[in-house]
């Protein structure tokens, strides 16, 4: 008989972990709270973009994925994985998903199992937060009765390249029985795994990893509101920047960081340092107030260029493209582009918006969902590029439109002036 999996969360994490369990022969139970997520997912129409309605309708015919809000359709699985949220409450971590999942897990643990985190979390989440929920609920013993580990999720919505199979996997466990159970689990469906000596390790690396592209882009970020002053093309020098053939990673600039991991993690770091040793993350909190200030800093360089023009945001006609954090994405979690765009509203510019990858009845209130053609870029008076999907005609935009202010780097020409 195969193995039962049940993968707690369905989101841009769950669903690709399910997929790849069914992948390698176990029986998974994906179970969520939101009962029109999971009814969703039993009629085979995915909201993820990695994951094609297919791919979800041959693992439903496959007998071996089942979407369910019934937790006892997860009851004696033998291995959990758990992917809930992990949000930030007044800028601090909150974890009530992790601790409400945990508590349901452990009504269903029987000796024998492993309970393995993915949700992004400070170090120490794991053998301190989720263990002490497992043994209180279920009356066992970690790593005598049952196995406990981490092991972060790197998932690139959208990144053609690099998924869960190919993407290698850092693996720990509370001790090395429960580390052997979470690596071999792992490796029946990724080709490699990567163990660390302690679940807090693997939480760190993972830490490491968003906090890394934080301060990066924030680097970036600040040097592009400073060259404009300087006469100098950012774009331009990052590209002669990045023939280095070592020492120098891209980054280029944007209008602020969005999604579920940026905007969020390096401050679940943060957070941790000052409860632990009274210090502080310096390059953290640079990194924060900087990211968090280019939407600002955007709708002013907006409101700059209209003037420039003799004409206020007050009235203005303002067509904006893209509102997902990230391109190729329909994910406007924390995505600076609805910032921009609230702030660009509430200085009363009339807003359209191009944006195909996102339900209507996610877009702000106050702002009509148009395509893309030429009619509507001369009805603007200015074009706000903020996300740059592709498959969008930015030769058009560039031609067709008065005035672009371009945060991407996709337009080019007279009317076009860049972050
Ligand atoms: N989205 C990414 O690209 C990404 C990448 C790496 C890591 N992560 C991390 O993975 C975790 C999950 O992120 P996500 O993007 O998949 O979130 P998501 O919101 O897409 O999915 C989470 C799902 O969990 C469900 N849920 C909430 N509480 C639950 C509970 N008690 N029991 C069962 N289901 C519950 C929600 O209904 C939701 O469907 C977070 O910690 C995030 O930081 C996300």
Redesign the pocket.
């Known amino acids: 008989m195969s193995k039962l999996v049940a993968v707690?969360?369905?989101?841009?994490?769950?669903l690709p972990l399910a997929m790849g369990a069914v992948d390698a022969g176990f029986d998974v139970v994906g179970?969520?709270?939101?009962e029109r997520?999971v009814t969703r997912l039993a009629a085979a129409d995915s909201f993820i973009e990695d994951i094609t309605s297919a791919q979800l309708r041959a693992a439903l015919d496959s007998g071996r994925y089942r979407p369910t809000s019934r937790w006892s359709d997860a009851d004696g699985a033998d291995i959990f994985a758990i992917?809930?949220?992990?949000p930030l409450r007044e800028g601090a971590p909150d974890l009530t998903?992790v601790e409400?999942?945990g508590e349901?897990v452990a009504r269903l643990l029987r000796p024998g199992a492993t309970v393995v985190l993915?949700?992004?979390?400070y170090p120490g989440t794991t053998d301190q937060v989720l263990v002490p929920i497992l043994e209180r609920g279920s009356g066992l013993r970690a790593g005598t009765d049952f196995h406990v580990g981490y092991s972060?999720?790197?998932?690139?919505?959208s990144n053609r390249t690099w998924g869960l199979a190919n993407t290698p996997k850092i693996v720990s466990g509370i001790d090395p029985p429960s580390l052997e159970r979470v690596q071999a689990f792992y490796d029946t469906f990724v080709q490699r795994t990567v163990p660390v000596s302690s679940t807090r390790t693997a939480e760190l690396a993972?830490l490491l990893e968003n906090t890394f592209r934080h301060v990066n882009i924030a680097l970036v970020n600040e040097i592009a509101t400073v060259t404009p002053q300087l006469g100098v093309d950012i774009w331009e020098a990052i590209d002669a920047a990045d023939s280095k053939p070592f020492g120098f990673m891209r980054f280029t600039p944007g209008p602020g960081v969005g999604?579920?991991?940026l905007p969020?993690?390096p401050s679940y770091l943060l957070w941790q340092v000052r409860q632990t040793s009274r210090s502080d993350l310096r390059i953290v909190s640079a990194a924060n107030e900087i990211n968090d200030h280019m939407p600002e800093y955007v709708v002013r360089r907006v409101q700059a260029g209209l003037n420039a023009r003799r004409k206020a945001v007050n009235g203005s006609r303002i067509l904006v493209l893209g509102l997902a954090y990230k391109k190729n994405v329909g994910?406007i979690r924390e995505s600076p582009a609805l910032d921009i765009t609230k702030q660009l509203l509430a200085l009363g510019a009339d807003i359209r918006v191009v944006e195909r990858h996102t339900d209507a009845e996610a877009l702000p209130d106050g702002v009509d969902r148009v395509e893309l053609d030429a009619d509507v870029l001369r009805w603007a008076d200015a074009v706000v590029l903020l996300t740059d999907h592709d498959g969008v005609d930015y030769d058009l935009v560039s031609r067709t439109a008065d005035y672009v202010f371009d945060t991407r780097h996709r337009c080019q020409g007279e009317s076009v002036e860049v972050l």
């Open positions: 707690i969360g369905q989101g841009y994490v769950g179970v969520d709270v939101d997520r992917t809930v949220p992990t998903y409400k999942s349901a993915e949700s992004t979390t972060p999720e790197r998932i690139d919505p993972k999604g579920h991991c969020i993690d994910d």
